[in-house]
T-cell receptor
């Protein structure tokens, strides 16, 4: 149980375009979803926390107008990277939890390359 | 907010040896401490976790110890195998408070040579 599906696994986009990444909890309802970014040989850095039906909370230094997060249901959160630039190229990972003692489940990540 | 320090950043051992990775955390309210293994190009995989009401937990070759007073916890891998080679991350959070994210250490690259 507790499976999180993240799509796409890899995406290449042109500079200036937008790309959407989906994160779905397949067998549980996620009260909260989290988005992380990971640059090569670095750790996972929290970008934002989203609760179903409410606005996401962004970490300091993360542009909310650039990284749009939508958490429209208890099983789906999306991250849209708008007007992407090469410096946005990174590995994006989502995580979901149903709270309490259930822990956190991670998606398999999305490798974004902006050319 | 929470801050997690992890050491060492790299660790090389011979097959069959033990490996120990240590982490410290700053927020005394944190109560959940998982360890993740990440292979290249993949998301992190939970290998073991411990909650603040327990001092030690073991699962076959893997064990985690927690010292709440000192605010540090450690991962112990015994009888290491080449397939244990990966990046390991510790993390901490206040797990039963809704909306609290895991905060990660910087990671340890473990290399097990045969």
């Amino acid at each position: 149980g507790a499976v999180v599906s993240q799509h796409p696994s890899r995406v290449i986009c042109k500079s200036g375009t937008s790309v959407k990444i989906e994160c779905r909890s397949l067998d549980f309802q996620a009260t909260t979803m989290f988005w992380y970014r990971q640059f090569p040989k670095q750790s996972l850095m929290l970008m934002a926390t989203s609760n179903e039906g409410s606005k996401a909370t962004y970490e300091q230094g993360v542009e909310k107008d650039k990284f749009l997060i939508n958490h429209a249901s208890l099983t789906l959160s999306t991250l849209t990277v708008t007007s992407a630039h090469p410096e946005d190229s990174s590995f994006y990972i989502c995580s979901a939890t149903r709270g309490g003692n259930y822990g956190y489940t991670f998606g398999s990540g999305t490798r974004l390359t902006v050319v | 907010g929470e801050n997690v320090e992890q050491h060492p950043s790299t660790l090389s051992v011979q097959e069959g040896d033990s490996a120990v990775i240590k982490c410290t955390y700053s927020d005394s309210a944190s109560n959940y401490f998982p360890w993740y293994k990440q292979e290249l190009g993949k998301g992190p995989q939970l290998i073991i976790d411990i909650r603040s009401n327990v001092g030690e937990k073991k699962d076959q070759r893997i064990a985690v110890t927690l010292n709440k007073t000192a605010k540090h916890f450690s991962l112990h891998i015994t009888e290491t195998q080449p397939e244990d080679s990966a990046v390991y991350f510790c993390a901490a959070s206040l797990a039963n408070q809704a909306g609290t994210a895991l905060i990660f250490g910087k990671g340890t690259t473990l290399s097990v040579s045969s």
